[in-house]
């Protein structure tokens, strides 16, 4: 039977696939196509080809973009698969999936009908000439003909009929290029130089040319102007009419990533329970079935030498391997490990590539050029040929979660969904792995290895400073126990670090006398404070009181509010040591380019005497010179209104004591609390996950979080506050008729409950963990048409949000 049918997706929110004509038979799944959509055109992917005339009249495909399908059939169906589970359209989807440069993607432009009538003026005729000539962009007209004559005419023009808009695909691919130097074919420049006199070799243009020879060519203009004086236009102009040096347009570089040294023979040889785990995993990769493991160890523990050593069996098999990791830029070192032993064969996938890069790097992989794939979440779409293993260091990092825009997928889970539809292996490598793998080794769906020792060096000592005891003994923000420590470090001329914690935008209530934070009595988690109907509310449940005038705990009417920009701790910090040189690490201080390797390496160097900074500080570091650790706020991690915020801060106060001590100086971590009895503080302490864990577990349990459940939260947003509530309460009671009252939750404020000029609400339900993604997909469908019955007036104006396995 001939097929004559394809379904097409679309990047837009609408979750279905419409079907076309094919009048072409080479058309196949995972090409691109340009369809008519409503009354314009759009880009579609194509991402089934059949012969099931659908009931209702189909439109013909207008043109085939693709000459061979640009996504193969795995990745349609993972991107299918997370279409049905993530709850968004095919399209949001694959546009994920796909670098920028084959997003899907287009413009309109403008077109003189033919054959027009009308009185035009002789001016006139020259605007409808130049709109011929240029094929000109609806955008560029916009601004060409912004005012006046022209503007008058371009909207006569366009009510008549004159001109017409039309929609074309574009490639998005930056294929900008810019001024480089290089040599002269035939240029011999030190025979040049050599043959100049002393005197004129003493001139300016010429110390250019030979200051230019000795540099890695072709090299932008612009660069080499930023680098020296001597290369102004006169001399590179001067050096160039000499016919020494000629300018070639080439494209721009993006920012290049510090790989390292490539030495192969450096790979080490793996030892004890690091050969155990590899062994294992090899076995793994010898059955070509898929398989995953979790692979637990401290910072240190040597997880990154066994995921180096499981790449190099997977090359061995001729099969390729995908290593995702947080964040490129706070990873430096880790990059540099695995390009030590795979060199080239590696493509980097970070965010601070261009479009064009991107975009190489994509193809490279997908031609097979490039058998690794390394980078942060998007990378788990990386076209790696032939997948055989995809590690997932950190993989408790909350960045693998997206959160905005759809789809909001989580990478880790797409690895392993990934991974399963190839028969590839996964690692999923943490020193505190979350709570949802750990619940899944123990249903046995991931293997644990265990790397109990780190190597080199020991673990550091975790002091915990109960702020009950310190009240009246505090130095600015340190208690004074870390205050001398500090002061000791310093006169040893050796550095410290100082963490506090910023979570800028849930406001919570803090009594001034025993710390106490109050909780929800139904979800456990910390109330947050809402100023403008002063109540407190757990936006879980949606339970609400007014504000405690009181701490229930104490009695004390001591109650402080907290939260956003209540921080000055640096400018504390350098009052209490003013001849200590200070440096400070947040989001603020990293956001240029290279903002963070540039502190790390000021700081490496021992430019500074302390750091200080919020999480961040906390992430990918090691300073061998540091040996006192502060965490100046423990409590505001576990004010967080989550029910992750004890594994949040478990993970914060590990990865901390990771940073301590690795080298031959013992380092001490200080950790000022109000709550030294709350588990994840008290095994943190002592290094002890698997006890912190069983205790997390049996709570979460109890109180049916993730992972005994599944949560899907719903946010619903709109510049009106009422619609919002409306829209929220109708569509909690469309989820109540078709699952009953037991596993709905809210709806309530959100945490930020009003940002960028838009109200928003939230209502979550937990769902049984066996829903998969066809149940999934079932079930809100049904809460979708039964909230379609039943959904107030003006509901269009609310957008709803669903985020399947929210991440807060
Ligand atoms: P993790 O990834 O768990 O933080 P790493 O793999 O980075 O641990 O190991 C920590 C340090 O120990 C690194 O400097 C690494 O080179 C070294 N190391 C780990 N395993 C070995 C080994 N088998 N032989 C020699 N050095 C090792
Ligand atoms: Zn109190």
């Given at each position: 039977?001939?097929?004559?049918?394809?379904?097409?997706?679309?990047?837009?929110?609408?979750?279905?696939?419409?079907?076309?004509?094919?009048?072409?038979?080479?058309?196949?799944?995972?090409?691109?196509?340009?369809?008519?959509?409503?009354?314009?055109?759009?880009?579609?992917?194509?991402?089934?080809?059949?012969?099931?005339?659908?009931?209702?009249?189909?439109?013909?495909?207008?043109?085939?973009?693709?000459?061979?399908?640009?996504?193969?059939?795995?990745?349609?169906?993972l991107?299918?698969?997370?279409h049905?589970?993530?709850?968004?359209?095919?399209?949001?989807?694959?546009?994920?999936?796909?670098?920028?440069?084959?997003?899907?993607?287009?413009?309109?432009?403008?077109?003189?009908?033919?054959?027009?009538?009308?009185?035009?003026?002789?001016?006139?005729?020259?605007?409808?000439?130049?709109?011929?000539?240029?094929?000109?962009?609806?955008?560029?007209?916009?601004?060409?003909?912004?005012?006046?004559?022209?503007?008058?005419?371009?909207?006569?023009?366009?009510?008549?009929?004159?001109?017409?808009?039309w929609?074309?695909?574009?490639?998005?691919?930056?294929?900008?290029k810019?001024?480089?130097?290089?040599?002269k074919?035939?240029?011999?420049?030190?025979?040049?130089?050599?043959?100049?006199?002393?005197?004129?070799?003493?001139?300016?243009?010429?110390?250019?040319f030979?200051?230019?020879?000795?540099?890695?060519?072709?090299?932008?203009?612009?660069?080499?102007?930023?680098?020296?004086?001597?290369?102004?236009?006169?001399?590179?102009?001067?050096?160039?009419?000499?016919?020494?040096?000629?300018?070639?347009?080439?494209?721009?570089?993006?920012?290049?990533?510090?790989?390292?040294?490539f030495?192969?023979?450096?790979?080490?040889?793996?030892?004890?329970?690091?050969?155990?785990?590899?062994?294992?995993?090899?076995?793994?990769?010898?059955?070509?079935?898929?398989?995953?493991?979790?692979?637990?160890?401290?910072?240190?523990?040597?997880?990154?030498?066994?995921?180096?050593?499981?790449?190099?069996?997977?090359?061995?098999?001729?099969?390729?391997g995908?290593?995702?990791?947080?964040?490129?830029?706070?990873?430096?070192?880790?990059?540099?490990?695995?390009?030590?032993?795979?060199?080239?064969?590696?493509?980097?996938?970070?965010?601070?590539?261009?479009e064009?890069?991107?975009?190489?790097?994509?193809?490279?992989?997908?031609?097979?050029?490039?058998?690794?794939?390394?980078?942060?979440?998007?990378?788990?779409?990386?076209?790696?040929?032939?997948?055989?293993?995809?590690?997932?260091?950190?993989?408790?990092?909350?960045?693998?979660?997206?959160?905005?825009?759809?789809?909001?997928?989580?990478?880790?889970?797409?690895?392993?969904m990934r991974a399963?539809?190839?028969?590839?292996?996964?690692?999923?490598?943490?020193?505190?792995?979350?709570?949802?793998?750990?619940?899944?080794?123990?249903?046995?769906?991931?293997?644990?290895?265990?790397?109990?020792?780190?190597?080199?060096?020991?673990?550091?000592?975790?002091?915990?400073?109960?702020?009950?005891?310190?009240?009246?003994?505090?130095?600015?923000?340190?208690?004074?126990?870390?205050?001398?420590?500090?002061?000791?470090?310093?006169?040893?001329?050796?550095?410290?670090?100082?963490?506090?914690?910023?979570?800028?935008?849930?406001?919570?209530?803090?009594?001034?006398?025993?710390?106490?934070?109050?909780?929800?009595?139904?979800?456990?988690t910390?109330?947050?404070?809402?100023?403008?109907?002063?109540?407190?509310?757990?936006?879980?449940?949606?339970?609400?009181?007014?504000?405690?005038?009181?701490?229930?705990?104490?009695?004390?009417?001591?109650?402080?509010?907290?939260?956003?920009?209540?921080?000055?701790?640096?400018?504390?910090?350098?009052?209490?040591?003013?001849?200590?040189?200070?440096?400070?690490?947040?989001?603020?201080?990293?956001?240029?380019?290279?903002?963070?390797?540039?502190?790390?390496?000021?700081?490496?160097?021992?430019?500074?005497?302390?750091?200080?900074?919020?999480?961040?500080?906390?992430?990918?570091?090691?300073?061998?010179?540091?040996?006192?650790?502060?965490?100046?706020?423990?409590?505001?991690?576990?004010?967080?209104p989550?029910?992750?915020?004890?594994?949040?801060?478990?993970?914060?106060?590990?990865?901390?004591?990771?940073?301590?001590?690795r080298?031959?100086?013992?380092?001490?971590?200080?950790?000022?609390?109000?709550?030294?009895?709350?588990?994840?503080?008290?095994?943190?302490?002592?290094?002890?996950?698997?006890?912190?864990?069983?205790?997390?577990?049996?709570?979460?349990?109890?109180?049916?979080?993730?992972?005994?459940?599944?949560?899907?939260?719903?946010?619903?947003?709109?510049?009106?506050?009422?619609?919002?509530?409306?829209?929220?309460?109708?569509?909690?009671?469309?989820?109540?008729?078709?699952?009953?009252?037991?596993?709905?939750?809210?709806?309530?404020?959100?945490?930020?409950?009003?940002?960028n000029?838009?109200?928003?609400?939230?209502?979550?339900?937990?769902?049984?963990?066996?829903?998969?993604?066809?149940?999934?997909?079932?079930?809100?469908?049904?809460?979708?048409?039964?909230?379609?019955?039943?959904?107030?007036?003006?509901?269009?104006?609310v957008?709803?949000?669903?985020?399947?396995?929210?991440?807060?």
């Open positions: 039977m001939k097929k004559q049918f394809a379904d097409i997706a679309f990047p837009t929110a609408v979750r279905q696939v419409f079907t076309y004509q094919t009048r072409d038979d080479s058309i196949k799944p995972g090409m691109r196509v340009w369809v008519p959509l409503r009354n314009e055109f759009a880009i579609g992917m194509v991402v089934r080809v059949h012969d099931q005339k659908p009931e209702f009249e189909t439109r013909p495909i207008e043109r085939i973009l693709d000459s061979e399908p640009i996504m193969n059939e795995t990745m349609l169906k991107t299918g698969w997370i049905k589970f993530y709850y968004c359209s095919w399209g949001e989807a694959i546009q994920a999936a796909l670098p920028v440069g084959l997003n899907f993607s287009s413009e309109k432009r403008l077109r003189v009908k033919k054959g027009f009538k009308g009185e035009i003026t002789e001016e006139e005729l020259a605007i409808l000439k130049e709109i011929e000539e240029k094929s000109i962009t609806l955008k560029d007209a916009e601004k060409r003909w912004r005012d006046g004559k022209g503007k008058t005419f371009f909207k006569k023009a366009l009510q008549h009929g004159w001109i017409s808009i929609e074309e695909p574009r490639q998005k691919v930056d294929f900008r810019v001024k480089h130097w290089q040599i074919d035939g240029i011999e420049p030190n025979s040049i130089l050599e043959e100049l006199s002393e005197k004129e070799r003493e001139t300016k243009w010429v110390q250019a030979e200051k230019l020879t000795t540099l890695d060519l072709p090299i932008p203009n612009i660069d080499l102007k930023e680098m020296d004086e001597l290369f102004t236009n006169y001399s590179l102009n001067r050096i160039e009419k000499e016919g020494w040096i000629e300018s070639v347009d080439l494209p721009v570089k993006g920012e290049e990533i510090y790989k390292g040294e030495e192969p023979d450096k790979l080490n040889r793996l030892m004890g329970e690091q050969e155990d785990a590899f062994d294992q995993i090899r076995d793994a990769l010898d059955s070509k079935e898929f398989k995953s493991f979790l692979l637990f160890g401290v910072t240190g523990s040597g997880k990154t030498e066994v995921y180096i050593h499981a790449l190099k069996h997977t090359l061995e098999q001729g099969r390729g995908l290593v995702l990791v947080p964040e490129i830029a706070l990873t430096p070192q880790t990059v540099k490990r695995f390009y030590q032993i795979f060199g080239d064969q590696i493509a980097v996938l970070h965010s601070r590539l261009n064009r890069e991107k975009y190489e790097a994509w193809q490279s992989l997908k031609s097979g050029e490039k058998r690794i794939a390394i980078g942060p979440r998007s990378a788990v779409f990386a076209p790696v040929e032939n997948l055989g293993l995809i590690v997932v260091d950190e993989e408790h990092d909350n960045s693998y979660k997206q959160h905005d825009p759809a789809p909001r997928y989580h990478a880790r889970d797409v690895a392993i399963h539809m190839e028969g590839a292996v996964t690692i999923l490598g943490s020193a505190t792995p979350g709570m949802v793998s750990v619940q899944a080794v123990k249903e046995e769906k991931h293997t644990l290895l265990h790397l109990p020792m780190r190597p080199t060096g020991t673990m550091p000592e975790v002091i915990i400073l109960n702020m009950k005891e310190y009240k009246s003994a505090m130095r600015g923000p340190l208690t004074v126990e870390l205050y001398e420590e500090t002061q000791k470090a310093l006169d040893r001329k050796e550095q410290v670090i100082f963490l506090y914690n910023r979570r800028g935008f849930a406001s919570f209530m803090q009594c001034e006398d025993c710390g106490h934070i109050p909780e929800s009595p139904e979800s456990s910390s109330l947050t404070y809402h100023k403008r109907k002063n109540i407190l509310l757990d936006h879980y449940s949606g339970y609400s009181r007014r504000a405690d005038s009181r701490c229930e705990m104490c009695g004390s009417t001591n109650l402080k509010t907290k939260g956003s920009g209540t921080q000055q701790v640096e400018e504390q910090v350098q009052e209490l040591f003013p001849q200590a040189r200070l440096l400070r690490m947040d989001m603020d201080t990293t956001s240029g380019r290279d903002g963070h390797q540039k502190i790390y390496d000021q700081f490496l160097s021992g430019e500074a005497d302390i750091l200080i900074g919020t999480q961040i500080v906390a992430k990918g570091l090691d300073f061998p010179n540091v040996t006192v650790v502060g965490v100046i706020n423990a409590d505001t991690e576990l004010a967080f989550s029910f992750r915020a004890g594994e949040r801060m478990y993970q914060l106060l590990s990865q901390v004591a990771g940073r301590a001590g080298a031959e100086k013992p380092g001490v971590v200080y950790v000022q609390t109000w709550k030294p009895e709350h588990p994840a503080i008290r095994y943190a302490r002592t290094h002890d996950f698997r006890t912190f864990a069983r205790h997390e577990l049996h709570q979460r349990e109890m109180l049916m979080f993730p992972p005994y459940s599944r949560m899907i939260v719903f946010q619903f947003k709109s510049p009106s506050w009422s619609k919002v509530q409306q829209v929220a309460d109708k569509f909690c009671d469309a989820m109540r008729m078709v699952v009953g009252e037991n596993p709905v939750m809210g709806p309530s404020p959100s945490v930020i409950e009003w940002m000029g838009q109200h928003r609400w939230e209502a979550n339900i937990k769902l049984d963990r066996k829903y998969n993604a066809a149940a999934i997909e079932k079930l809100l469908d049904t809460i979708f048409k039964k909230y379609d019955t039943i959904k107030p007036k003006g509901a269009g104006a957008r709803i949000n669903v985020d399947v396995d929210a991440v807060e």
